[in-house]
């Protein structure tokens, strides 16, 4: 199976700040890497499809990108409902389509 | 506008049986493949299955599979998880979510419901 590796495992930040999470595969997923935000007691949401393709009614603060292993998700401007806690997910080929194991984005 | 509303949830003893639900309104349930995803306290997302929009293919996570069944019944909208041989590491919040493309399973989630709790403990 195909693992995800995210990092930092937590990050604090400012409201006005720009912050990057980082995904890693252990294989090669293309594109297939999506990302999402889960504030706390809440469902996840998701933000960003196929690396990039950001989700509509997302704000464009959101950004994505990366292919093969490496991918990024880049928040500019933090607001203060952006903080939460944020996961990669890869979606190549056959299942299982496994997450990451989270990036806590904490207000400093 | 859609929804999901899972249900089932609750304590049960190591060894036995529960069956989650899933009830889907707002779009056209039969058009769309769903899955599974659990979150034990405190811990990240763990997907554990999905079904095709017509019930034909099954996929699960190695972490249960052999114990866990995921169906659905088009003609109620309705997704379920039938878990078997329930384990203390099976605790955690389930959560059903709607594939982001239609008949296609795209491997990532568009929808999610609130979650239903799992206890399993003696």
């Known amino acids: 199976d195909i693992q995800m590796t995210q990092s930092p495992s937590s990050l604090s930040a400012s409201v006005g700040d720009t912050v990057t999470i980082t995904c890693r595969a252990s294989q090669s997923i293309s594109n297939y890497l999506n990302w999402y935000q889960q504030r706390p007691g809440k469902a996840p949401m998701l933000l960003i499809s196929?690396?990039?393709n950001l989700q509509s009614g997302v704000p464009s603060r959101f950004s994505g990108s990366g292919s093969g292993t490496d991918f990024t998700l880049t928040i500019s401007s933090l607001q203060p409902e952006d903080f939460a806690t944020y996961y990669c997910?890869?979606?190549?080929?056959?299942?299982?389509?496994?997450f990451g194991q989270g990036t806590k984005l904490e207000i400093k | 506008q859609v929804q999901l509303v899972e249900s089932g949830g609750g304590v049960v003893q190591p060894g036995r049986s529960l069956r989650l639900s899933c009830a889907a309104s707002?779009?056209?349930?039969?058009?769309?493949?769903m899955h599974w995803v659990r979150q034990a306290p405190g811990k990240g997302l763990e997907w554990l299955a999905v079904i095709s929009y017509d019930g034909s293919n099954k996929y699960y996570a190695d972490s249960v599979k052999g114990r866990f069944t995921i169906s659905r019944d088009n003609s109620k909208n309705t997704l379920y998880l039938q878990m078997n041989s329930l384990r203390p590491e099976d605790t955690a919040e389930y959560y059903c979510?709607?594939?982001?493309?239609?008949?296609?399973?795209?491997?990532?989630?568009?929808?999610w419901g609130q979650g239903t709790p799992v206890t399993v403990s003696s």
């Open positions: 707002g779009f056209t349930f039969s058009l769309y493949a």
């Open positions: 979510a709607r594939d982001a493309l239609l008949y296609h399973s795209s491997g990532h989630c568009d929808f």
């Open positions: 196929a690396a990039s």
């Open positions: 997910q890869q979606s190549y080929s056959s299942p299982p389509y496994t």
